[in-house]
Structure formats: C-alpha cells, structure tokens
C-alpha cells in the first residue's frame, strides 16, 4: 500500500467532518484508527482529525507511554497544526503524511497557526519523519464545496 492509498482513505473520513479535515492511523498496512474533525457537533476546540484519532486510539490501550505511538503512521488531509504536531510528538508516532499545507489553507483564507508541522517536530524530542503534499490538491478542494 502507498501513501496515497492511506490518503484516499482519510479524504473520505473528511467528507464526514465538521470541517474537512481526516486522518487515519496506519500501522503494518493496517487501519487502526479513522477520524475527522467533530469541533462543532462536540463543542471542543481540540477535537480536530488528528486529535480525534490519536484519543481515540491511546485511550483503549492499558499503558502510558510516550512512545505509545512507535511504528505507527498517521495520515493527514491537512497539515497538522501546532497542537495536533504537539500531539504527535507527545504520542511518538514514527511518521506524519500530510496532504494540503498550512500555507495553501492560508491562501485561502481558511484560520491557521502560522507554525509548520515540521518546524514544530523539529523543536521535539522524537525522530518523527514528515512526509507532505500527498494528494494536496484533493485535500483542498474539499473546502471549495
Ligand atoms: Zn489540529
């Protein structure tokens, strides 16, 4: 499976969301965890894709760790913002795949931290590998509908 086969997958998990945002967890080309973005229908501001995803999956294990998320991947429709990349360093997670980035939502005009993934997992104490522009394009066009 390639990263756009996961990518496809978290696109369809956009078209649920609040906002257009989804991701998945992926492990051993296996789906661990599906998410999307639940901010309104929820009344929290932390329930973005990646959030979503991330509680879901480290809250039905038994332990803590911070690296309850090695070997794992996670995709992302979007670049993660500053909390959600904070999250990600927080759970270990191996790899962060990303469509759409911060500045493409900024241009247009969609609200971002103007802070990258990758400079935030750069600042962290995990080895986290940041691949971006997986079916960018895809991930945008989802909020021109
Ligand atoms: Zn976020």
Redesign the pocket.
């Known amino acids: 499976m390639n990263h756009e086969h996961w990518m496809e997958i978290a696109l369809e998990e956009a078209k649920k969301g609040d906002y257009p ?1 989804g991701a998945v967890l992926v492990k051993d080309n296996q789906i661990f965890v599906k998410g999307y973005n639940t901010t309104v229908r929820d009344n929290d501001v932390s329930a ?4 979503n995803v991330l509680r879901s999956f480290t809250m039905g294990m038994k332990n803590y760790s911070l690296d309850i998320l090695r070997g794992y991947t996670l995709y992302t429709t979007c670049e ?6 904070a999250a990600c360093v927080w759970s270990g997670v191996s790899e962060i795949v990303y469509g759409a980035s911060i500045q493409e939502l900024i241009d247009m005009d969609i609200k971002q931290i103007d802070i990258s993934c990758e400079t935030l997992v750069k600042q962290g104490f995990q080895n986290i590998k940041v691949t971006p522009g997986i079916l960018g394009h895809k991930c945008l066009e989802l909020f021109k509908n």
């Open positions: 945002y973005h894709a990646e959030i993660p913002c500053p909390m959600c990349a």
